[in-house]
Each structure stands twice: as C-alpha cells, then as structure tokens.
C-alpha cells in the first residue's frame, strides 16, 4: 500500500503512450506513426503485432492506393480525428466515490483492505478440513487486498490523467490496428475501459440538441439505467420511462452526492449519471443546450449477426434483430429460459447434478448469467471457457461477498472445487442450451476450423481479406521449450530451494494446427466486425458525421447526428454482404494458399443458405439500438 502514498508524478510510472493536445499525425505509410515526435512515432506501427507478409501485403495496398490511402487506413483516420475532453462532473463523481470509499457498481474498485479473519480460539480442536477452510480463507483475503494495491495505483494514476486534461478544451486519442484489422487507442488511458473511465470522456465538438437528439438521449439513459429490464422494450417505451422519471433524473444530474444510493444501481452507474447531468442540462436550456455526451447504439450479438448475415439464416437474424418487430428480441433472455427449463429436469433426477442444479434455480438463471456465454460462442468459446467466464462473473463476486460479510455463506459452496464443479455444471447445460438457439455460427465455425487445420498442415498460415480490403494473416508458430532448473536461497529459512520453469525458445518454421483451429473463428469474425466499423465510419463521413465514439460494435456521436449514426450502420451492415459471401472469399483465398494434394483433400462444404432478406436491416429497429 506504500505506492499508493507515492508521488505519481514520477517518470517511471508515466504511460510512455498518452493522449494529444494536437490532432495526431494522419497514417499514410505502415510505420509513420499518430505522434509527433519521431521516437515515440518510430514505436507506434499501424498494425500491432504485424507478421512480416501482413507488414508487406499493407505496405503493398498503402503504396498502390490514392491519396488517403486504403479504405482501413482512411477510417481510422477519421476516428483519431475525433477531438474529446473531460466530462467534469463524472471526474468529480469518481474521485469523490474513490476517496469516500462509496461502492459503485460492480466494476468500480475498493481501495479499503479486508481484514484477516482471526484464528479460532478452539484451532486445536479443529479437525483438518476446518482448519484448512481457515487458510483458504486467509489466502483469498490476501490475494484481494494485493488487487486492492495495484488497483489504487492504477486509479491514482487515471485520476491524475483525467485532472491534468481538464486543463484543455479538447484533446485526442491516436488510434490504430490489431492484426485482425480491429481498431484501438493506443494510449492506455482511453475509454474503451470499465465504466466509471468511459464516463469520464465526452465529445469536443458539441452539436446543438434537437428534437430527435432529445428522444436519442432519453433512449440511452433508459439503457444505462436498465431500471426495471426497460432497455429490453421497444424505443417508445424506453423514452418514456425517461420522461416519467424525469425529476429524479434531474436531481441527480444536479448533485450526485445525495443521489448516490439512487443512481448507483443503474445498469452503468457512472455513465448513467453522465446522461443524467446531460439531461438536466437539457431541462434546463432546451434547444440552447450543446450536448457532449455520446450516444451508443450498440449491436445485438454482434457475432450472431455476421454469421446470421452470411447464411442468410431467418431464425438466427430474428433472434439477433435483423428482422423488423415492434419490441427487441433478447437472445441471452431465450438462452435463460431454455437453461433453466433445462435445470429443472435435472432437479428432480437423482444423480450428482442434482444438487447443482437446485443450486443454480435457488439463485437464479438470469440473462445475465448467461449472457457472456451467448456472446461468446459466435468466438468459437467452448465449455471449458464457458466455466472459466462463469467462476469470474458469478463465483468469484460471490466469493468476495462472503469475506467482506455482505452474505453468510456462498450459495454454491464453501470450496473452490464446489463452485468451480457447479460453473462448469452450467456451462455444459450453457453449451447444449446455445446449441439448440443458434445455429448458424455451429456451421460457420467448422468451416473456418476445418480449412484453418488443412493450412496448418502444410505449415502455412492463416490469410484473407476482409471486405474493407485490409489483409489479414493469422500465424500460430510451434515454439521448441526448454526447461530450465533454477537454484534460489531463502533468506527467511536459510534454505537452497530448487525449482524449475519452462521457457520458450525461438518460433520454429511449423503452424501450431490446435491454436490456429481454435483461433481462427473467433479471429475472423472480429475483422468482420471491425470491416463493419470502418466502412460505417466512412459513410458517417460522407453524411457530414466528424465526431465518433467507438467500441467495436458499439457505434456513438453526438445525440443530434445519432439519426445519421442509425441509418449508417444498417446500410454499411447490408452494404457488406449484399452479393458477398464471407465463406466463397475465405475459401478462395485458402485454395490459393493450399498445395494441389491439400485442395483435393479438403472436405468442406459452404454453409447452406437460407432466405433472410438482408434489405430488412434496413426496415429493424433493434439491430444496432
């Protein structure tokens, strides 16, 4: 906890990337760089990570193309372009909520160390479990309260960043790529964060509030709130529930310190009161007010969406909204449902799910428990994952629940191996539930793996083109490993103690087929995303559009262009796949690679067609909402 009483200001812990006060330089060659000065430009590369044939392949398309280069290079310029500022009253809300110690939300960090709980008087006349329990215990309030260390340096720190920049009336992010094309702030100080850093951003270049920007930001407060599930129901209900809350949002627009116990139980606590200051000032000065708060329109699965898209498959698009229908469909919520249906036949069956599955229905299968599960199979996740994501967003919250005294007991046991058994219980139960939702991206996921295994085979890489014309190159070298004994003296005890690690060693010149298999679904529907993201950039653009706030499939400007936002992304969205057929070009592009012997044996097949008529993004009112 001493770095915590630190001077912050110290060199060392200064971010070596940090926002601009000036417009970052534009990219128009592979290493030119967003900085200024030429040290810091020499180590920022338009593509992090590149492998040496995705290097010359851009370098390739950069030189051959027009004055603002190709159509990736041209979209992330127009996202650095965007000039934003500090929202200084969230900066005020979070350094007050932090320094109070007010618990915020459940990704806003604690900087209060939990006690060690005492040892029990009667610890001799313990048996051996109970005493072990004890140090389980002990050992999971240390790990928490060393994430409690780091955590107050990193907060320190961002709370420094923030003061320092509301010192100017706008300053930008540079930007630039992965190897799949998705597209990032390079500084770390960024909004693409948890809640309470994202809030803390808003646009410089405000627009004067209209009518229909109005009925936009209702609309998002309703979102962020997500007071009684109103982001589920349909935009005319969203935007009345604002209105009919209106006082209360207002007050606590206007004093976030005596409206914390009503606003910190929004959906997006800190970003929900951004909106709320928002929409005061709106009350306040109606079409006078210049509105800085960006206003998302987030997609629904986005990876559904894309395989959806590239079938053409009616049942799935429904699901995903690229179908019209007077109130959103919920696809996490139908999961939910059919898991538990799915639990209460176990429930009643004997057998040793039994009691997981009571479990599981005592606390309830809600769509947030299943949500990261759902959105994650599009990405090729597995069971396996499915529990790992379901211990850190249900058991481990728990778990710190139970040590800061908050509940009694954990309601999925009182050990690891207890709450891990009942995560990975639902996540089979997860897995066969998603399976029979969806069943688009089960097809299109065996493609991709299957042609990505025939390229491993014959030691060779991953390589498409996404419909941006950004290439792509998915490399998953084998690495011969070395082990290495190492020999460390303990001060404490005076003990030689002797240990070992494995090390990597240089890549050999062979694929990696196992990590190459499982990456390349995942890997390649983000460059559809990221495709998506860019090409609705630049129709924004040719709309009069300057100003954007992005996170991959969430889309934001200013409230009064969030009509144009709307219209764009579904067109761009169309746009993509019209006449285009994502698993045609990947299979194209694999034959070029493959060997005659590896395209005579390459059993694949391109997903069946269904009849979706993609123009029906277009007429959907919660595709992207």
């Known amino acids: 906890m001493a770095l915590a009483n630190m001077d912050h200001k110290a060199s060392w812990l200064e971010p070596m990337f940090a926002p601009m006060i000036v417009p970052p330089t534009k990219w128009t060659k592979f290493d030119s760089g967003c900085y200024r000065d030429p040290m810091l430009a020499a180590q920022v590369p338009l593509v992090r990570m590149a492998t040496h044939s995705q290097r010359k392949a851009i370098e390739h398309d950069i030189a051959k193309a027009g004055l603002d280069g190709p159509e990736y290079m041209e979209a992330v310029n127009a996202i650095q372009e965007t000039p934003l500022r500090m929202n200084t009253y969230i900066v005020s809300a979070v350094s007050w909520a932090w320094n109070s110690g007010t618990a915020v939300g459940d990704s806003f960090p604690s900087k209060t160390p939990m006690e060690k709980p005492a040892v029990p008087q009667d610890w ?39 003061n320092e920049l509301m010192q100017f009336e706008k300053f930008y992010l540079p930007w630039n790529l992965d190897f799949r094309g998705r597209c990032y702030p390079v500084p770390p100080f960024n909004y693409h964060r948890d809640d309470h850093f994202k809030a803390m951003f808003e646009l410089s270049n405000t627009t004067a509030m209209t009518p229909d920007g109005a009925s936009w930001l209702a609309i998002h407060l309703a979102n962020l709130g997500d007071f009684d599930r109103v982001s589920k129901k349909s935009f005319e209900e969203r935007e009345r529930w604002t209105h009919e809350n209106s006082d209360w949002i207002v007050a606590v627009g206007k004093d976030f310190k005596s409206t914390v116990d009503r606003w910190k139980e929004a959906d997006k606590p800190f970003q929900f009161l951004a909106a709320c200051h928002a929409w005061a000032q ?12 960006p206003t998302a329109l987030d997609g629904s699965n986005s990876g559904c969406q894309h395989y959806s898209a590239a079938s053409l498959d009616e049942k799935d698009g429904a699901l995903v909204n690229l179908t019209p229908t007077e109130s959103p469909q919920d696809i996490y919520q139908t999961v939910a449902d059919l898991v538990t249906a799915k639990a209460k036949v176990i429930a009643m069956l004997t057998g040793d799910d039994q009691e997981h599955a009571k479990a599981w229905i005592d606390y309830g299968i809600t769509r947030k428990v ?45 050990t690891t191996v207890q709450t891990n058994a009942a995560a990975k219980f639902l996540a089979k139960i997860n897995m066969e539930a998603i399976r029979e939702v969806i069943s688009s991206a089960a097809a299109g996921m065996e493609f991709f793996k299957t042609i990505a295994g025939a390229l491993a085979h014959e030691g060779k890489p991953v390589r498409w083109t996404t419909p941006t014309g950004f290439v792509v190159v998915q490399k998953y070298s084998d690495y011969d490993m070395k082990k290495v004994k190492l020999y460390l003296h303990d001060r404490k005890t005076h003990v030689d103690k002797r240990t070992q690690v494995t090390v990597r060693e240089l890549p050999k010149s062979s694929i990696n087929k196992r990590k190459s298999k499982a990456g390349i679904a995942p890997n390649f529907i983000h460059s559809m995303d990221s495709a998506h993201l860019m090409k609705t950039v630049l129709l924004c653009k040719a709309n009069g559009v300057d100003d954007f706030f992005l996170i991959h499939d969430s889309f934001a400007s200013t409230p009064s262009n969030t009509d144009l936002v709307y219209g764009a992304v579904r067109a761009a969205f169309v746009e993509m796949y019209d006449g285009f057929c994502m698993y045609e070009k990947f299979l194209d592009e694999a034959n070029q690679q493959l060997s005659t012997q590896g395209r005579d044996a390459l059993e694949v097949k391109i997903p069946e067609k269904g009849n979706l008529d993609l123009d029906m993004v277009l007429e959907s009112e919660y595709c992207f909402a």
């Open 124 to 162: 001799d006349s313990l048996d051996d479990r109970e005493k072990k329990g004890y140090s389980l215990k002990c050992r999971e309030v240390n790990e928490n309260n060393r994430d409690i260390g780091s955590q107050t340096v990193v907060m320190t720190q961002d709370l420094e960043s923030a």
């Open 282 to 293: 709106w009350k306040e000065h109606g079409l006078l007010y210049h509105c800085a708060i």
């Open 370 to 414: 299943c949500k990261r599960n759902t959105m994650t199979y599009a990405y090729s996740s597995g069971v396996y994952g499915f529990g790992e994501q379901l211990v850190a967003d249900v058991m481990t919250p728990l778990g710190k629940s139970v040590l800061k005294g908050e509940i009694t007991r954990h309601p999925f046991g009182d």
